[in-house]
């Protein structure tokens, strides 16, 4: 069966035959990067555009090697040398580039909602790479599909996401994706960055990492978003990393081992000591190659209908 829906938006509401899909072809496509010769014929003749409003190190290069791994035409459009800084709205500059006849827009862009917005005006496939903090839905397929190569499984294990949940758009999409595929999830921070009501998502919610230390397989750390947060959400970095840094120290005192991911970029020795980033305990740089074959997938599977 198909993906659901011609473009990749969110994780919310997809289904977990969907998220199942994509994960196995993920699988095959991470084959494909074992290759001595790295590339498949799949997208041949395909046009892809990477429209990217915001910056990014990891998503926007991933994306890339993907499409041009699955023998995609690319183009690539950054904001700040395009006519957006003259004034042009983002549907009359992707309305230009489709006449251009594309047939998948990759976006990242500041706002909430905007690759929805995208879908509605332009025929092209969408896919979200990043709206300001709502989604990120192929970091969560990410960080699902090292959990699942990890553990063998996603179904029953306890995943918590640590940091700053109220400016991350990685979290929503974590929240999303785990539920569906039967996790049980629970998210902590200082209360100033925990959403109100965020429980109603089904998440149990701590406020102290050493209890959530006591019962979690993985902990998904996340970045504090300086450059999102408009007032102060906590005294100083550096209380935030004696409250909540995941450090050697607090791991050691957990019953089992503990499984670390983070989306990046890391602030060392704030939310993450650098130590515990480089360590047998870390999958980052894991997750970082697993993208390339995750977006690869969904590249496959939404530009040719299967
Ligand atoms: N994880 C992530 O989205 O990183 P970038 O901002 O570097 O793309």
Known sequence: MPLASRHLLGLEGMSKNDIQLILDTATS???????????????????????????????????????????????????????VRKGETLKDTARNIEMMKIDMVVMRHAAAGAAHFLSNVIGANIINAGDGAHEHPTQALLDMYTIREKFGK??????????????????LSNIYGLKTMGVTVSVCGPKTLIPKEIERLGVDVFYRVEDAIKVVDVLNVLRIQLERQNRPYFPSLREYRQYFGITRERLDKAERPITILHPGPVNR??????????????????????????????????????
């Not at 496509?29 to 003749?45: D, M, N, S, W």
């Not at 395909?46 to 993907?66: D, M, P, Q």
């Not at 996603?154 to 979290?171: Q, T, W």
């Not at 650098?274 to 599977?301: K, P």
């Open 269 to 306: 020795d704030v939310e993450l000591s650098a130590d515990v980033a480089d360590s047998e305990h870390s999958l980052i740089l894991q997750q970082v190659l697993n993208g390339v074959a995750v977006r690869m997938a969904v590249l496959y599977l939404l530009g040719t209908g299967k």
């Open 29 to 83: 496509f991470r084959e494909v990067l074992e290759r001595p010769i790295k590339k498949v014929p799949t997208l041949q003749g395909k046009t892809i555009v990477n429209l990217f409003f915001e910056s990014s190190t990891r998503t926007r290069t991933s994306f890339e090697l993907a499409e041009r791994r699955l023998s995609a035409d690319v183009v690539n459009f950054s904001a700040e040398s395009s006519s």
């Open 154 to 171: 996603l179904e029953g294990l306890n995943v918590c996401i640590i940091g700053d949940i109220a400016h991350s758009r990685v979290a």
